[in-house]
C-alpha cells in the first residue's frame, strides 16, 4: 500500500501534512507521533487496519513536513492543533491514538475536549517528564545544547535507543530522515514543554475509555508511569508487549493494529 500524504491550513495558518486512510464512514481514529517523529511512525501499522478503520495519521508543527513558527511547542499548543484539524477534516470527534510526546498531547487533548473523544489509546506514556531522570539527563547533556545542522549520528543514536528489536532498514532510515528534518529550536522548545508542562495532576479529569500499551523494555517510560496512568484514569487498563521498546508500535506493527482495533470494537458494546 502506498500512502500519499496531504496537508491542509488550520485556522491558526498553520500547516500539517497528514495522511488519512480507511472507510469515510468508518469509525474515525487519529494517530499522533512522538517526538521528531511524523506521519511516517505509522507507516507500519496502517496497512494492518481494516477499511473500517477512518485512520488520520498527522505531522504535528514543527516536524516533518509540516511548518515551523516560531513558537507553539507546548502541549497546548499541540493539543489546540488537534482540535483544529478535526475542525479542519471535519470531525466531531475520534478515536485519539498517541505515542510518547504524542500520547501527552492525547491525554491534553482528552482533558481539554473530553467530548471530543471517543477512546483513548496511549502508548508508551509518561505521567511526568521532569521528575523522569532518563528524560531529563537527555536534555540536559544533548537536547539543550543542540544546534543546526543536527549530526545525523545523534538523531539515528536517539532513535536506536527507543528499540529492542531490529526494523527494517529502509523504514528506520526513513525515520532518521525525518528527525533530522526538525531544527534544533524546534527540539528545544519541545522538550522545555515536556518540563514545563505536567498533566499528572489533572489525569483524573480524563473521561475517555482508555486503552495503555507499553513494552516492558521502555528505556524512557517506566513500569511506575503506567500504574500512576492506570489509578488515575478511570475504568483504564493496561496490555503489556513483553521485550519491546519504546517504540513498540515499530517493533510490533500487526499487534498494535489489532489491539486498536479490537479496542475500537469495543466502544461500541
Known amino acids: 500500500m502506498t500512502l500519499v500524504a496531504k496537508s491542509i491550513e488550520l485556522s491558526s495558518r498553520v500547516r500539517l501534512p497528514f495522511v488519512e486512510q480507511g472507510d469515510r464512514?468508518?469509525?474515525?481514529?487519529?494517530l499522533l507521533h512522538g517526538v521528531t517523529d511524523s506521519w511516517h511512525s505509522f507507516e507500519r501499522v496502517l496497512p494492518h487496519l481494516p477499511e473500517s478503520i477512518h485512520a488520520f495519521a498527522l505531522t504535528q508543527r514543527g516536524h516533518g513536513d509540516a511548518d515551523r513558527p516560531a513558537t507553539g511547542y507546548r502541549t497546548r499548543d499541540l493539543s489546540a492543533d488537534v482540535a483544529?484539524?478535526?475542525?479542519?477534516?471535519?470531525?466531531?470527534?475520534?478515536v485519539v491514538?498517541?505515542?510518547?510526546?504524542?500520547?501527552?498531547?492525547?491525554?491534553?487533548?482528552?482533558?481539554d475536549h473530553a467530548e471530543r473523544v471517543l477512546g483513548l489509546m496511549l502508548a508508551a506514556s509518561f505521567t511526568t517528564y521532569r521528575d523522569n531522570p532518563v528524560v531529563v539527563e537527555f536534555w540536559e547533556s544533548a537536547v539543550s545544547q543542540l544546534r543546526d545542522p543536527i549530526a545525523p549520528g545523534f538523531v539515528?543514536?536517539?532513535?536506536?535507543?527507543t528499540l529492542t528489536r531490529p526494523l527494517p532498514p529502509a523504514f528506520l532510515d526513513t525515520v532518521v530522515q525525518e528527525s533530522l528534518k526538525v531544527p534544533a529550536r524546534v527540539w528545544r522548545a519541545t522538550f522545555e514543554g515536556?518540563?514545563?508542562?505536567?498533566?499528572?495532576?489533572?489525569?483524573?479529569?480524563?473521561?475517555?475509555?482508555?486503552?495503555?500499551?507499553?513494552g516492558d523494555r521502555d528505556a524512557f517510560c517506566s513500569r511506575r508511569d503506567q500504574d500512576a496512568l492506570l489509578t488515575a484514569i478511570a475504568g483504564s487498563?493496561?496490555?503489556?508487549?513483553?521485550?519491546?521498546?519504546?517504540?513498540l508500535h515499530w517493533e510490533e506493527p500487526e499487534r498494535f493494529a489489532a489491539d486498536l482495533v479490537a479496542f475500537t470494537n469495543g466502544l461500541g458494546a
Open 237 to 247: 487498563r493496561l496490555v503489556v508487549y513483553e521485550g519491546a521498546g519504546h517504540g
Open 84 to 94: 483544529a484539524f478535526m475542525e479542519a477534516v471535519g470531525l466531531r470527534a475520534a
Open 156 to 161: 539515528r543514536e536517539f532513535q536506536e535507543s
Open 194 to 214: 515536556f518540563l514545563e508542562d505536567d498533566l499528572a495532576g489533572e489525569l483524573d479529569k480524563i473521561q475517555a475509555p482508555t486503552l495503555i500499551v507499553w
Open 25 to 30: 464512514s468508518g469509525v474515525p481514529v487519529l
Open 97 to 111: 491514538v498517541g505515542h510518547s510526546m504524542g500520547s501527552t498531547n492525547a491525554q491534553r487533548f482528552a482533558i
